[in-house]
């Protein structure tokens, strides 16, 4: 756990935070233009507050939270994630930083970076990743550009399945 100068504490986050990461996923998804009867929609919700219950506090994934005056405030998640070696990871092992986000009313006082910055010292620290990815709206970027995250030469692609 830490603290910053402004009273902001940094902490794992526990299984009581599930609903909260939710809430703050659903805010991730509105700066990403998702549409509001989707961020409605209570199937994800469900299946995500399940995710939290499920993996807060397990080997190889850490949930944050940044608490103000002791109402959590911004939230995100650090996996660790296995790809076949290669240059850039040489051991296969990646970290991948998502669901960073921070309430509207507490935007501007550097909750994002406070909860980036735990990630990247548990990535550091207590992983053996070799590359950290995450994906970012250009509001976002901001956050991380000073952290050493670059855009890369290949964008992402993805491709829904439906199911």
Known sequence: ????????????????DAEVMVQLRAVMFEAMGTAPHELA?????????????????????????????GEVAAGGVGEVTALIPGPSTPNGSVGLVSSVATFPGHRGRGLASAVTDDLLAWFAERTDVTRVDLFATDAGARIYAPSGFAVRAFPAMSLPVGR
């Open 1 to 16: 756990m830490s603290g910053t100068a402004s009273g902001t504490v940094v902490r794992a986050a526990t299984a009581a």
């Open 41 to 69: 929609d209570p199937v994800w919700r469900a299946a995500a507050r399940e995710w939290f219950l499920a993996r807060t506090g397990t080997p190889g994934v850490r949930v944050v939270v940044a608490e103000v005056a």
